[in-house]
């Protein structure tokens, strides 16, 4: 009867231990993965801003596509990145650029 218990209390302290430590993932890492998050979130917005002022019957030219995010003595990585000619105001990825500003997630590592 102990037996069984002393296993629940096991696994229960194994899948709390687990939630509670890190992923295991470098400093370099998260951070990479938080300006990538930020990059699809603003690639979205800039998606969205551009869906609803062409459905009120502005023109727009978007283009998607990835800009490099270098570290040196790694291996080059990829985020998303979004240009409309709607939401740029003339100068090609500022919307992007404004909204990645407004996270926290403009870096040095971007190459734009």
Aim: charged content about 20%; overall charge neutral.
């Amino acid at each position: 009867m102990m037996i069984p218990k002393l296993r629940i209390l096991s696994l229960t302290c194994l899948v709390i231990a687990g939630c509670a430590s890190t992923d295991g993932t470098s400093p370099e890492e998260q951070k990479y993965r938080k300006v990538e998050a930020a990059a699809s979130q603003c690639a979205e917005e800039v998606k969205n801003q551009t869906i609803e002022l062409t459905a009120e019957g502005q023109s727009a030219n978007t283009r998607w596509t990835t800009v490099e995010y270098v570290v040196p003595e790694q291996h080059t990585r990829t985020v998303e990145y979004r240009t409309s000619s709607a939401v740029d105001n003339g100068q090609p990825g500022s919307a992007w650029q404004a909204c990645m500003k407004n996270k926290h997630a403009l870096v040095p590592e971007l190459k734009l």
